[in-house]
C-alpha cells in the first residue's frame, strides 16, 4: 500500500520561509508527477504546484516566483521551497502523487495523498 508522508510545516512570520517534503513508500510503483495542494479554511483544495516525471514544474500564479517544486527520485521525494511566505499562503498544504502502480500483471494508474500538513503565516 502506497503512502505518503510529509514534514516541514509550521508557523513562519510574513517574509519567511519553510520548506515541505513528501515522500512516497510501499509498493511497486513508478511516479507520474508529483505536487502540492492546499486548503484554506472554508475554501476549496487547490493546485499550488506540481512537477512531472520530465521533471518540468508549473506554478499557481499567486505562488510564481516565490515557491520552488523539485523532486528527487532516488528517494521518490518531492519538495516545495516556499519564500515570502505571506498571511494568505496559511493552509493545510496535501502532496499529491500520480502514480502507477504494479501487483503482478496488474497495474493501476491513481492519485495518493499525504496526510497533510499545517502553515501558519502570521506574525
Known amino acids: 500500500q502506497v503512502q505518503l508522508v510529509e514534514s516541514g510545516g509550521g508557523l513562519v512570520q510574513p517574509g519567511g520561509s519553510l520548506r515541505l517534503s513528501c515522500a512516497a513508500s510501499g509498493g511497486t510503483f513508478s511516479i507520474n508527477s508529483m505536487g502540492w495542494y492546499r486548503q484554506a479554511p472554508g475554501k476549496q483544495r487547490n493546485l499550488v504546484a506540481v512537477?512531472?516525471?520530465?521533471?518540468?514544474?508549473n506554478y499557481a500564479d499567486s505562488v510564481k516566483g516565490r515557491f520552488t517544486i523539485s523532486r528527487d527520485d532516488a528517494k521518490n521525494a518531492v519538495y516545495l521551497q516556499m519564500n515570502s511566505l505571506k498571511p494568505e499562503d496559511t493552509a493545510v498544504y496535501y502532496c499529491n502523487a500520480y502514480l502507477t502502480t504494479t501487483s503482478g500483471l496488474y497495474s493501476r494508474t491513481s492519485d495518493y495523498w499525504g496526510q497533510g500538513t499545517q502553515v501558519t503565516v502570521s506574525s
Open positions: 512537477i512531472t516525471s520530465g521533471g518540468n514544474p
